[in-house]
């Protein structure tokens, strides 16, 4: 009796309820802030398209119309900014990045952009000119494909500007660097230094002297005598790299093998809330920081999920510029099919390791060799390892860092074993000037195979590699759209049909980014319950000529809710 008593007012209560909100709308909570006139892609094919975005407590809480977003809005609490127009896409992720590297190039000497040997020389000159004598000059970024002539710079270039101080400059691939006459004295490298086992000290065949330039392990005959970076350089370092990434748009970058050193710096640095950018760290492996990295388990989501840890970074061949990645068939310029850096036994048994505790592998591999290879022994991983020995029996998604020459039979295997290609665009378009003559056409049809791997069934997580490249949000989705250089060049057998379309390429850098690091749930796209994270940019890169994207700028920066970079100014 008593509980049917119960039930009876528990129904007119509803029902009362029911009643009074059909007469007043429901109330919302006012947001934190509210984004509106805005032309926003939201990356979510359920709802594409948005005018205005509200957020609380650092996630979504609305995608929708102005006049709905209205509700949102409150004098009290909510910052509402009008948008005027901007474009705005989810929150980008660069799926591979050198956070630290990024930041050291703008602390030393970034010398991306030079446009002649001229120019290069002055930036060096300026920064010589500020030195006590005696102090190191370093910096990176220089490549001389468009200089006139192409030709690598010298030691005798750079003693006419530099007499005095040691001189180390790597070129934008990290695979070579210049260095002058002091730093050569200072190794003690003359015209009878050997070069070392991979790597090469360049002569100057007339004089029969170096001159200057140090290929792959011959750089560390130099590098190995500059002072390493202080703690608070390497702090300084890092919050350069939190400025410059974040100002460009990126919410997010994927660190591609870092110590553990780094791992404490950035945790101090979170802590004193002093690094916006979102973090997804790989421990370098194999070796004793994997080995901690396993010992210990993934951390997953710190700092209000801007700090993850959670991958181990392994890399098995060299670089395509250098003739250092492992090729099947020999270079078509060279007789020599590059090289693997490990051996099978060195690697697989940490493969499985970690297969058993949930640590996610990223390897780089650039030639068909070093992807095939990499595809075996992952394989062999997944094999040896059955589902009850695993901790998660999700699929591991693990990844391959560049994946840049496919031979065509093992492009199919990605998406049978579930293996992940992280590529970057921008690889492609810098490669295009020799890529034909080290492979020659035939290898070109499995290069940078973009289209071919999604019409697989794969996800491509898309990425800079920045310091190597410049790290660019627009300079990657103008690269993975156009698929030709920056001046709109693309040479013949370059395989036009490999580009992506516009939608395919926003969520190379949102969501499939996103889904290489677990984190599809979190981010990725704009809608309710995500975090807050938007890159708001100048034009509308889905519509405007494929040369305009490269003249597109970020305008606004917004992390978990936070404006962490506004070139807009409040109004
Ligand atoms: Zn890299």
Redesign the pocket.
């Given at each position: 009796m008593k509980t049917l008593a119960l039930f009876v007012s528990v129904s007119v209560l509803s029902c009362a309820a029911l009643l009074s909100g059909t007469i007043q709308t429901p109330q919302v909570e006012p947001a934190d802030i509210v984004f509106k006139n805005a032309n926003v892609y939201t990356a979510n094919d359920a709802q594409p398209k948005a005018e205005a975005i509200a957020i609380k407590y650092g996630r979504i809480v609305f995608v929708g119309s102005n006049a709905d977003a209205k509700k949102y809005e409150s004098k009290k609490s909510a910052n509402v900014r009008d948008l005027k127009g901007a474009t705005v896409v989810p929150g980008m992720a660069d799926a591979?990045y050198?956070f630290s590297g990024v930041g050291f190039r703008e602390m030393n000497l970034n010398l991306e952009g030079t446009v002649s040997l001229d120019d290069f020389l002055a930036k060096v000159k300026a920064r010589v000119d500020k030195a006590k004598p005696g102090e190191w000059i370093t910096g990176r970024g220089w490549i001389e494909t468009f200089w006139k002539p192409q030709a690598f710079p010298t030691r005798w270039d750079l003693d006419k500007i530099a007499p005095a101080n040691p001189v180390f400059l790597t070129r934008a691939d990290g695979h070579g660097a210049v260095v002058n006459s002091v730093a050569l004295q200072l190794a003690k490298i003359d015209k009878n230094t050997e070069s070392p086992f991979g790597g090469e000290i360049m002569q100057d065949k007339q004089r029969g002297e170096p001159n200057g330039m140090l290929l792959d392990r011959a750089q560390a005959l130099v590098s190995r005598n500059i002072p390493s970076a202080t703690k608070a350089e390497f702090e300084q370092a890092l919050l350069l790299a939190d400025k410059r990434s974040t100002s460009l748009g990126w919410t997010q970058v994927q660190d591609?093998g870092v110590g553990w050193d780094q791992i404490e710096l950035v945790k101090k640095l979170y802590g004193e809330q002093k690094l916006k950018i979102r973090l997804y760290e790989a421990i370098r492996g194999p070796g004793a920081d994997a080995q901690r990295l396993l010992r210990e388990g993934a951390q997953i989501g710190l700092y209000d999920g801007k700090l993850t840890i959670r991958t181990i970074k392994v890399s098995i061949d060299g670089a395509l510029g250098s003739k250092g990645a492992a090729l099947l068939d020999n270079y078509a310029d060279h007789d020599t099919n590059g090289f693997l850096t490990f051996k099978e036994e060195q690697v697989v048994p940490m493969l499985e390791e970690a297969l058993k505790k949930t640590i996610q592998v990223e390897t780089?591999a650039i030639g068909d060799r070093a992807n095939r290879t990499i595809l075996d022994w992952y394989e062999t991983a997944f094999n040896d390892v059955p589902m009850i020995l695993r901790m998660d029996r999700n699929p591991p998604r693990w990844r391959i860092?560049h994946a840049q020459i496919l031979s065509p039979t093992d492009i199919p295997r990605f998406a049978k074993l579930g293996v992940i290609p992280s590529m970057q665009p921008s690889h492609a378009i810098g490669d295009l000037h020799f890529a034909p003559s080290r492979l020659g056409m035939k290898r070109l049809e499995g290069a940078y195979a973009w289209q071919t791997l999604i019409k697989s069934g794969v996800v491509i997580a898309g990425g800079s590699?920045a310091p190597?490249e410049r790290g660019e949000p627009m300079i990657e989705f103008y690269a993975a759209v156009a698929r030709k250089d920056q001046k709109g060049f693309s040479g013949e057998g370059w395989h036009p049909e490999e580009k992506v379309t516009r939608e395919q390429a926003l969520k190379m850098f949102t969501t499939w980014a996103s889904y290489a690091a677990f984190e599809e749930k979190q981010r990725g796209t704009i809608e309710p319950n995500k975090w807050a994270d938007l890159t708001i940019l100048s034009a509308d890169i889905m519509q405007i000529p494929e040369a305009e994207i490269l003249k597109t700028k970020c305008v606004m920066t917004v992390i978990g809710g936070e404006i962490v970079f506004d070139a807009i100014g409040k109004k």
């Amino acid at each position: 009796m008593k509980t049917l008593a119960l039930f009876v007012s528990v129904s007119v209560l509803s029902c009362a309820a029911l009643l009074s909100g059909t007469i007043q709308t429901p109330q919302v909570e006012p947001a934190d802030i509210v984004f509106k006139n805005a032309n926003v892609y939201t990356a979510n094919d359920a709802q594409p398209k948005a005018e205005a975005i509200a957020i609380k407590y650092g996630r979504i809480v609305f995608v929708g119309s102005n006049a709905d977003a209205k509700k949102y809005e409150s004098k009290k609490s909510a910052n509402v900014r009008d948008l005027k127009g901007a474009t705005v896409v989810p929150g980008m992720a660069d799926a591979h990045y050198h956070f630290s590297g990024v930041g050291f190039r703008e602390m030393n000497l970034n010398l991306e952009g030079t446009v002649s040997l001229d120019d290069f020389l002055a930036k060096v000159k300026a920064r010589v000119d500020k030195a006590k004598p005696g102090e190191w000059i370093t910096g990176r970024g220089w490549i001389e494909t468009f200089w006139k002539p192409q030709a690598f710079p010298t030691r005798w270039d750079l003693d006419k500007i530099a007499p005095a101080n040691p001189v180390f400059l790597t070129r934008a691939d990290g695979h070579g660097a210049v260095v002058n006459s002091v730093a050569l004295q200072l190794a003690k490298i003359d015209k009878n230094t050997e070069s070392p086992f991979g790597g090469e000290i360049m002569q100057d065949k007339q004089r029969g002297e170096p001159n200057g330039m140090l290929l792959d392990r011959a750089q560390a005959l130099v590098s190995r005598n500059i002072p390493s970076a202080t703690k608070a350089e390497f702090e300084q370092a890092l919050l350069l790299a939190d400025k410059r990434s974040t100002s460009l748009g990126w919410t997010q970058v994927q660190d591609a093998g870092v110590g553990w050193d780094q791992i404490e710096l950035v945790k101090k640095l979170y802590g004193e809330q002093k690094l916006k950018i979102r973090l997804y760290e790989a421990i370098r492996g194999p070796g004793a920081d994997a080995q901690r990295l396993l010992r210990e388990g993934a951390q997953i989501g710190l700092y209000d999920g801007k700090l993850t840890i959670r991958t181990i970074k392994v890399s098995i061949d060299g670089a395509l510029g250098s003739k250092g990645a492992a090729l099947l068939d020999n270079y078509a310029d060279h007789d020599t099919n590059g090289f693997l850096t490990f051996k099978e036994e060195q690697v697989v048994p940490m493969l499985e390791e970690a297969l058993k505790k949930t640590i996610q592998v990223e390897t780089h591999a650039i030639g068909d060799r070093a992807n095939r290879t990499i595809l075996d022994w992952y394989e062999t991983a997944f094999n040896d390892v059955p589902m009850i020995l695993r901790m998660d029996r999700n699929p591991p998604r693990w990844r391959i860092e560049h994946a840049q020459i496919l031979s065509p039979t093992d492009i199919p295997r990605f998406a049978k074993l579930g293996v992940i290609p992280s590529m970057q665009p921008s690889h492609a378009i810098g490669d295009l000037h020799f890529a034909p003559s080290r492979l020659g056409m035939k290898r070109l049809e499995g290069a940078y195979a973009w289209q071919t791997l999604i019409k697989s069934g794969v996800v491509i997580a898309g990425g800079s590699d920045a310091p190597v490249e410049r790290g660019e949000p627009m300079i990657e989705f103008y690269a993975a759209v156009a698929r030709k250089d920056q001046k709109g060049f693309s040479g013949e057998g370059w395989h036009p049909e490999e580009k992506v379309t516009r939608e395919q390429a926003l969520k190379m850098f949102t969501t499939w980014a996103s889904y290489a690091a677990f984190e599809e749930k979190q981010r990725g796209t704009i809608e309710p319950n995500k975090w807050a994270d938007l890159t708001i940019l100048s034009a509308d890169i889905m519509q405007i000529p494929e040369a305009e994207i490269l003249k597109t700028k970020c305008v606004m920066t917004v992390i978990g809710g936070e404006i962490v970079f506004d070139a807009i100014g409040k109004k």
